[in-house]
């Protein structure tokens, strides 16, 4: 049977134009309400300052500087007690190149991995400088390795890779990567220190992301529309099944350190709502990914045949959707599992029964985390091709059909 070659562009695809319109209200009145959230969950500048006045980063008096790097000595042995002077191991030399003390020379203690990265003369660090106080001359101490350079040389490898290989779809998408993480660091992360709601604040932030993202990246199209509108179902289902298995599994929301610490200076937060919040941001760019593509799968069989009925569609392409749903979930459990890498190997030392080393609170977060994006991918993905084949199942295309192409024939 042969039949005439067409482009999967919108044009080709039937619409049903009541269901088309349906959508359009429905992501319009989904966009003024993220708006409206936005808006009203904008975080007050007057708490933040007082959190941050209450939290120093040091000392009165204490500031950080950079130091560049003269001699660094070998590491010390387990048993072995250093002493004084530029011999010393453990220790590497630095001379501070700006701010407060530039010109100084000191010796500075690290830690053996920090000298186990290949730190060299040379490289930059950053120091916390303590003024002179109580007969005492001023000190240096290790802060961090200074990264910048690097990660920027990084950043522009990135770059490059992406506009070479997508060009402008490339481009937009670094966009889109812009746009979102400026929500996080204006939006999102100072909502959440001002006490507000954490899951409310994860919702109305996907969303705007969700919005900026999609269009930059894939374009003003009823086909990105209709993955929109699955993502953004995606979202709600992942929010809610957060909160109900947190709240269900007791986790806490606190499994380390750095979440104590936060407790400590942030008091009054919603740590198991935080937990929720993280969950959300974390499945959203494979979620991303399966809504496209089921989109774009509806798309391409409706274009390559009108006549399908609309179960025969949606029955196709969740085909395509299963294949996709399989690998993205071994995406989803590997990327969390090589996270958290050094937390298993943590409790694998322990050497304690698999059932109490699930029960922890550092793996099961990781393992509710799983669970639960993995579930609300895999519901976005019949939601997204349900959408898509009642999108597009309007009557067939009245366009005089193509003449056939020499060769192209079933």
């Known amino acids: 049977m042969a039949h005439s070659h067409r482009a999967s562009s919108e044009n080709d695809v039937p619409i049903g134009r ?25 975080p007050d500048a007057a708490k933040l300052d007082a959190l941050r006045q209450q939290t120093p980063f040091a000392a009165p008096g204490v500031t950080t500087t950079t130091g560049r790097i003269t001699h660094v000595a070998p590491a010390c042995p387990d048993s072995h007690q250093s002493g004084g002077g530029t011999a010393s191991c ?12 530039r010109g100084d020379l000191t010796e500075v203690r690290v830690a053996p991995e920090v000298t186990a990265s290949g730190l060299g003369a040379g490289d930059d660090v950053q120091l916390v400088r303590t003024p002179p106080q109580h007969g005492q001359p001023v000190s240096y101490t290790y802060d961090t390795t200074k990264r910048t350079a690097s990660l920027g040389w990084l950043a522009l490898c990135f770059v490059l890779v992406v506009l070479a290989v997508a060009r402008v779809r490339g481009f937009m998408a670094i966009l889109g990567l812009c746009f979102s993480a400026l929500t996080i660091y204006y939006f999102l992360l100072p909502a959440l220190l001002a006490g507000e709601p954490p899951t409310l604040v994860a919702v109305v932030s996907a969303s705007a992301i969700m919005f900026v993202v999609l269009y930059t990246t894939h374009g003003l199209s009823l086909r990105t529309s209709t993955a929109l509108a699955g993502t953004l179902a995606g979202i709600a289902l992942t929010a809610a099944l957060s909160v109900v298995s947190i709240g269900y599994t007791h986790l806490t929301g606190v499994a380390d350190e750095t979440g104590g610490m936060v407790s400590t ?20 760019g494979v979620l991303n990914d399966v809504t496209i593509t089921q989109a774009s799968s509806v798309w391409e069989l409706r ?18 959707g299963r294949d996709h749903i399989a690998s993205t979930i071994y995406t989803i459990a590997f990327a969390y599992a090589g996270a958290s890498l050094a937390v298993l190997l943590l409790l694998t030392i322990y050497d304690r029964p698999l059932s109490q080393l699930i029960s922890s609170e550092s793996l099961a977060e990781e393992i509710a985390r799983t669970l639960v994006t993995a579930t609300g991918l895999i519901l976005a993905v019949p939601i997204t091709t349900a959408i898509a084949t009642l999108v597009t199942s309007g ?15 079933i």
């Open 18 to 42: 009541s269901v088309h319109l349906s959508l359009l209200a429905t992501l319009g009145l989904i966009a003024a309400l993220t708006v409206v959230g936005v808006i009203l969950l904008w």
């Open 395 to 409: 009557a067939p295309s009245a366009q005089p059909t193509r003449p056939l192409e020499p060769g192209h024939q």
């Open 303 to 320: 274009a390559a045949s009108e006549t399908m009925s609309r179960r025969d569609l949606f029955v196709s392409a969740m085909r395509i």
């Open 90 to 101: 453990g220790t590497i030399m630095v001379r501070v190149i700006d701010g407060e003390g």
């Open 265 to 284: 200076f942030a008091t009054g937060l919603d740590f198991q709502g935080l937990l929720a919040c993280g969950v959300i941001l974390a499945g959203l």
